[in-house]
């Protein structure tokens, strides 16, 4: 069944709003391009590599980061449904200004191209992204307010995988659904139905480089998952990749852990609360995970800051609560 088809059969019998096809309509034509362009970026002159600036989260770009961007502000921008958007390459948020979107009903907050310094590496990438309701006057442009809300008010929510195949997960609030591209086609078809995270797992994903940093509790928590003294009896195996959809993806589908807390350098953590960790947090508990900064629900928290950070630990659900109860 084709990405369409599932939405069209949804809309009958749930009653989703017809205004919402054309945003995902957006993200899945933007994607197509995006994939093909990381395909070839390597055959192509003055594509891979560092862009020579940075973004405001004080990192580097790269050259993929903002063609990336610059394709879903575009798809978003003509979709008609989209009344403007908050990106991870962008210092604020964008109000589209035609009449029909001012109109819009919906906001989209989005990482264009997570993970975009393994690209030069053939590392797997992906684009995050979170459908709102806006909440502002219709018939003006969109606000910041708009874009602040909190994680459990998403519409949609969801990813796109550039991996082994380019893969569209997203979740609507009636479970998840995986759908791969088939490359003749330049169609999304449904290949992962209901998907469902494992509650237990012997897999923990973390960058350990900074684990004499971290509060005592996320130490012992990883001393646990690495001893014999642990419900596996045995010491768990250890998966960084260092992409986050790539690592979050390994998880929804294996089940296991990631975490990313917060250091004395990064007392908030350094994860986007509104385009990473709430998109993700959303499709985790609809799969039957958890998603919390150690010791709150990531999608109770009210954002005050377009480009707020947050720590995130994520992934099965009874390997969140083992970690959070190292920590209270």
Aim: hydrophobic share 40%; proline share 4%.
């Amino acid at each position: 069944m084709t990405f369409h088809d599932y939405f069209a059969k949804a809309q009958s019998i749930k009653g989703l709003d017809k205004a919402l096809w054309p945003v995902l309509e957006s993200i899945t034509s933007a994607s197509v391009k995006v994939s093909h362009d990381l395909q070839k970026a390597a055959l192509l002159d003055g594509v891979l590599g560092a862009q020579g600036g940075q973004n405001i989260q004080g990192e580097e770009q790269q050259k993929l980061d903002v063609i990336a961007d610059i394709a879903f502000i575009n798809a978003f921008e003509n979709c008609g449904s989209v009344a403007g958007i908050g990106s991870e390459e962008n210092e604020a948020h964008l109000a589209f200004d035609t009449e029909k979107t001012k109109s819009a009903s919906y906001v989209v907050l989005f990482d264009p191209l997570d993970g975009s310094s393994n690209i030069d590496v053939n590392v797997s990438v992906g684009t995050i992204f979170s459908i709102y309701k806006r909440t502002s006057k219709y018939g003006q442009a969109a606000t910041l307010e708009d874009m602040l809300q909190a994680g459990g008010k998403q519409t949609v929510a969801g990813y796109v995988l550039y991996g082994t195949s380019t893969m569209l997960v997203l979740s609507w609030g009636d479970g998840v659904q995986g759908f791969t591209l088939d490359p003749s086609s330049g169609t999304f078809i449904l290949s992962h139905s209901n998907m469902r995270m494992p509650e237990s797992s012997r897999l923990y994903s973390m960058n350990e480089g900074n684990i004499k940093e971290c509060e005592p509790g996320v130490a012992a928590y990883i001393a646990f998952c690495q001893s014999k003294e642990n419900d596996y009896n045995g010491p768990y195996s250890g998966r960084y990749i260092g992409s986050l959809v790539a690592d979050f993806h390994r998880s929804l589908i294996k089940g296991g852990i990631y975490i990313y807390p917060n250091v004395p350098a990064a007392p908030k953590g350094r994860l986007r609360l509104l385009y990473e960790c709430n998109p993700l947090a959303f499709i985790a508990e609809q799969a039957g995970g958890l998603a919390t900064t150690g010791r709150k629900r990531i999608l109770e928290i009210e954002p005050e800051a377009l480009h707020e950070r947050a720590p995130l630990f994520i992934g099965s659900k009874n390997m969140v609560e083992k970690a959070m109860s190292f920590l209270n």
